[in-house]
């Protein structure tokens, strides 16, 4: 557990994995990585990625291979906790799906750009609550974090944060 002033602002921990020395040594360039979300899954409270390879290119969507590696840092110091091959240690019970196509949402620029920042508000604002092992957030702003996800996460790549992060999506669905 934390209290919910120990959480790093959702912009530093985002950071924190992209600075990590494991984004520039270890996990492929190529490779995709998701989007941090917070998960007391690994015995204290922290947030999660996966990472993934991605073929790019022009005029195609983006093709993503299933997660091969997912790493998780600690909530309060962005430090690492836990890095894993899926072939060793699997983050969901089951393989995952993939590879899958992301087809671009139609969204302008600007409308990309106004869901990131309400999802890093929103997870900004319930991350520390959900980390404390708290259910007092109002269900309005877990609603709002859960439609920002949709608005924000590939549709075909959604499975793969749930198995990822199920506390937390339990959390926010409860």
Do not use: C
């Amino acid at each position: 557990m934390t209290d919910e002033g120990a959480v790093l602002a959702y912009p530093r921990i985002r950071a924190a994995i992209g600075e990590h020395p494991l984004r520039t040594g270890e996990i492929p360039v190529e490779h995709e990585m998701s989007l941090p979300l917070p998960t007391l899954r690994w015995g204290r409270p922290g947030f999660a990625v996966f990472a993934g390879a991605a073929v790019r290119r022009p005029q195609q969507p983006l093709r993503l291979s299933a997660p091969d590696r997912w790493l998780a840092v600690d909530a309060a110091r962005g430090r690492l906790i836990a890095y894993n091959l899926t072939s060793a240690v699997p983050f969901a019970p089951a393989p995952l799906a993939g590879p899958v196509e992301v087809v671009p949402s139609g969204r302008t620029l600007a409308e990309v750009r106004e869901d990131q920042k309400a999802l890093g508000e929103l997870i900004g604002d319930l991350a520390p609550v959900f980390l404390a092992g708290s259910g007092a957030a109002g269900d309005a702003r877990r609603t709002a974090l859960l439609h920002t996800l949709d608005a924000v996460l590939p549709a075909a790549t959604r499975p793969w944060y749930e198995a990822l992060t199920p506390d937390f999506f339990a959390w926010l669905k409860g």
